[in-house]
């Protein structure tokens, strides 16, 4: 999508305004900015052809997980919109919370939102359908040592696809980085899919199932 439309929820206005510049810079199109949940759902409202939502986790009028909630409730309504949360803090539980979620989700740090490239690159993954964690938060997860027996049984290689596939990145994505041909990725994901034991289902639904064993690994 080359213009995705974007509502921002969050109460601190220096990082929404940051998050709104560097989005309306990128091209997408920002409707709106809310500063908390009953925001949030007027504007929704008003904008049925919303396709994401930047939600800060800690809002108004406890900051706690307001954020998180607000993702939960509008899955079950059956609402499918993109919704990618921005969190201060690396946290494996949230991150599990909001994949499980389930739909088009992304879990991003928001010092992350310092590089408009990976604030935008998250955006249109999880607009497309995809799911994204933050790399910090893979990264610390892979360094676990709770890490599933399940895991265990993955080669260095197939490690390196699954944190990639963690943080949002396609087939094609993952064999520029790692200097592959997207046939070999493939292989590399269909077996480690396997080693976790995911049964055949749609792709989509078979990686996001992957990356919530490597997510709930480290808690």
């Known amino acids: ?114 590089n408009g490239e990976a604030l935008v690159a998250a955006v249109r993954t999880v607009v497309a359908g995809g799911t994204v964690v933050d790399p910090e938060v893979v990264a610390l997860l892979l360094g676990s040592t709770g890490r599933s027996q399940l895991l265990d049984t993955l080669t260095i290689r197939e490690h390196e696809v699954l944190q990639l596939m963690a943080e949002g990145r396609s087939n094609l994505g993952i064999a520029t980085v790692l200097h592959l041909s997207v046939k070999t990725v493939e292989t590399h994901v269909e077996h480690l899919l396997d080693k976790l034991r995911i049964a055949p289902s749609p792709e989509e639904h078979r990686r996001v199932l992957a990356v919530l064993e490597l997510l709930r690994a480290g808690n």
Do not use: F, W
């Open 1 to 114: 999508m080359t213009h995705p439309k974007v509502l921002i929820v969050d109460d601190a206005v220096l990082v929404s305004e940051g998050v709104r510049q560097l989005l309306m810079t990128a091209g997408c199109d920002v409707v709106g900015i809310a500063r908390d949940v009953d925001a949030m759902h007027h504007l929704l409202a008003e904008h049925p052809d919303l396709d994401i939502l930047v939600l800060d986790i800690r809002m108004p009028p406890d900051h706690t997980d307001e954020g998180i909630r607000a993702l939960e409730d509008l899955r079950s309504a059956g609402n499918p919109i993109g919704v990618l949360l921005l969190s201060m803090y690396v946290s494996p539980t949230l991150a599990v919370r909001a994949l499980s979620a389930g739909g088009a989700t992304g879990y991003l740090l928001k010092e992350r939102i310092t």
